[in-house]
């Protein structure tokens, strides 16, 4: 009898507490929410933006130490890309649209609950489209190099504690180097810049919207230089 009174006293100071209730600090409350990303990859007369974002949509898959909750992953953008020399002439521009099927882990530990993508990167097909002059010597070469496929970026690991019910946050631009830039040239760099909004229990009334997509850059005009004609 003694433990039992124990037992609702404690109920009752965790119900006390204000947005808590038992439910929301189990391991096995759904969460709810988005991360999202945006990666940019830049060099002289290159830019490239894209935005990724994983919402979470559907039933978690309880496991014994957290859950994995399925999400929508999807990826817009757009680019453009420069380069001439004394007989040649390349101009291009692009946009990226594609979307697959993520899910995300929350693994709970004694100090932290780890939230990261568990599933193998997603690969969109034929995301990237646009077009892609190339000119030597005055004439026009097939295009060759689009469209092209675009990868799932892996968003670095959110580490909250582990009685959190809401996790609201931008983290620092993180270096990628060049690869998630289509076209890019040897000399390009990237940042990707994550921001998320997740919860569960009562929380999950509280959740944002994700930002809109990033602006796209300007695009410049796709003209050959003076001494370059372009043959169609």
Known sequence: ????????????????????????????TP???????LLTVQAPLYNHRETQTWRLNGTPTILSGGQTVPALWTVVGEGWFQKSGPSFYETAQWSVNGQGAATIGFTFHADRIT?????????????????DIVTVNGVRMPQGTLPRDTGEYSFPKIEPVPTVTR???TGPAVPIGSIYGPLAPGNATGTATCSWDLARGSDVSALTQPPAVAPTPQRRPPAPPANITVVR
């Open 1 to 28: 009898m003694r433990l039992t009174r124990v037992a609702v006293v404690c109920a009752f100071l965790v119900l006390g507490l204000p947005g808590i209730t038992l439910a929301q600090v189990t391991v096995a």
């Open 115 to 131: 939230i990261q993508k568990t599933n193998a990167q997603l690969v969109a097909r034929a995301a990237v489209t646009g077009s």
């Open 31 to 37: 969460w709810a929410g988005w991360v999202q990303c």
């Open 167 to 169: 996790v609201t946050a």
